[in-house]
T-cell receptor, first 114, second 114 residues
Framework: QQQVKQSPQSLIVQKGGISIINCAYE??????FPWYQQFPGKGPALLIA?????SEKKEGRFTISFNKSAKQFSLHIMDSQPGDSATYFC?????????????FGGGTRVLVKP | EAQVTQNPRYLITVTGKKLTVTCSQN?????MSWYRQDPGLGLRQIYY???????DKGDVPEGYKVSRKEKRNFPLILESPSPNQTSLYFC?????????????FGSGTRLTVV
């Protein structure tokens, strides 16, 4: 049973468009929600993260929106570029969780067409 | 350069033949972890280590062993590999167990068990 559910599994967007990836979680103890970006042949790398006390965080073209009551959060990639083509993983963790475990979503493969 | 180094990058082996995947980090991180990545399932934690000589099971530890004799190294051992352990493996490290500065991942080891 996945504690963090991510959708869609893949998406194709035109250059300049908006990519939106959604995640839903069940564990209300989660208090940290990062997004990781993974290029082919590489390990995931931290992209942006949010805590549940804010509803939105923006870093450049990347924005996380967080809805605590719905237990959902999403990543928006504005003005998508071909260089953004990668697999994106949402994740969640809790200070209460043993070993600082990050629980990952299933991943979304994003393809930005020129 | 701060990094996590995994070896080998690719490995094909036969069922039952013991193997070790090495992981080394040069950032003096206390916390290290192993994940496996499978399509649609995201990354799932296998084992983690809070510090030297301190290791514990993650979500999918069956069939794996680890050790942490030195701070920089965290090898993953498959005593008797089976085909269901065919996967993409990642080692990760972070400053501490509760760190919110993100994980640094290695580039991955693609393992095929035939």
């Amino acid at each position: 049973q996945q504690q963090v559910k991510q959708s869609p599994q893949s998406l194709i967007v035109q250059k300049g468009g908006i990519s939106i990836i959604n995640c839903a979680y069940e564990n209300t103890a989660f208090d940290y929600f990062p997004w990781y970006q993974q290029f082919p042949g590489k390990g995931p790398a931290l992209l942006i993260a949010i805590r549940p006390d804010v509803s939105e965080k923006k870093e450049g073209r990347f924005t996380i929106s967080f809805n605590k009551s719905a237990k959902q959060f999403s990543l928006h990639i504005m003005d998508s570029q071909p260089g953004d083509s990668a697999t994106y993983f949402c994740a969640a963790s809790s200070y209460k969780a043993a070993g600082n475990k990050l629980t990952f979503g299933g991943g979304t493969r994003v393809l930005v067409k020129p | 350069e701060a990094q996590v180094t995994q070896n080998p990058r690719y490995l094909i082996t036969v069922t039952g033949k013991k193997l070790t995947v090495t992981c080394s980090q040069n950032m003096n991180h206390e916390y290290m972890s192993w994940y496996r990545q499978d399509p649609g399932l995201g990354l799932r934690q296998i084992y983690y280590s809070m510090n030297v000589e301190v290791t514990d099971k993650g979500d999918v530890p069956e069939g794996y062993k680890v050790s942490r004799k030195e701070k920089r190294n965290f090898p993953l051992i498959l005593e008797s590999p089976s085909p269901n352990q065919t996967s993409l493996y990642f080692c990760a490290s972070s400053l501490s167990a509760g760190s919110r500065s993100g994980y640094t991942f290695g580039s991955g080891t693609r393992l095929t068990v035939v």
